[in-house]
């Protein structure tokens, strides 16, 4: 048995409720996320202009990237189906978004970003590692046993 498959099976023999919840508003924050990022596209294109990367081609389409993986992501997340896959898909976006974007900004004024994006990074890598849970559309029926 290799060790991700030793990870997978301690995670749903030992996988509280309350992370499911947690799971659930993991997937409805990065939906919302998603909504707000596509609603405030003119920010993110003027960011990577005086960034100077790329052409406009690349920047459009790595824009409706990030765009379509927090929307179907935030969504399956929430459900509870492939939730390892979309948390590891979306783990770059939210590095790039910690480590790159919200530093730059004052991280200590009110309603500042980089808390929300920081709870979201944990919440991605903690469920990439722990998987669905028994609140999902693909539970495991020897998990619930």
Request: charged share 10%; glycine share 6%.
């Amino acid at each position: 048995m290799n060790v991700l498959t030793k990870i997978q099976n301690w995670g749903n023999r030992h996988h509280p409720k309350w992370l499911d919840y947690f799971r659930i508003i993991l997937g409805l924050v990065l939906i919302w996320k998603g909504i707000a990022f596509a609603s405030n596209l003119h920010a993110f294109t003027n960011m990577m202009k005086d960034a100077m990367l790329g052409v406009a081609v690349s920047i459009s389409l790595l824009a409706h990237i990030i765009i379509v993986l927090h929307i179907i992501g935030g969504l399956l997340i929430a459900v509870g189906s492939h939730t390892r896959l979309f948390c590891l898909l979306n783990l770059p976006i939210l590095v790039v978004a910690v480590f790159f974007v919200n530093l730059r900004a004052n991280i200590f004024s009110p309603y500042a970003e980089f808390w929300v994006s920081v709870i979201v990074l944990i919440g991605l890598i903690c469920f990439l590692i722990e998987g669905n849970g028994v609140l999902s559309v693909e539970r495991d029926k020897k998990a619930v046993v």
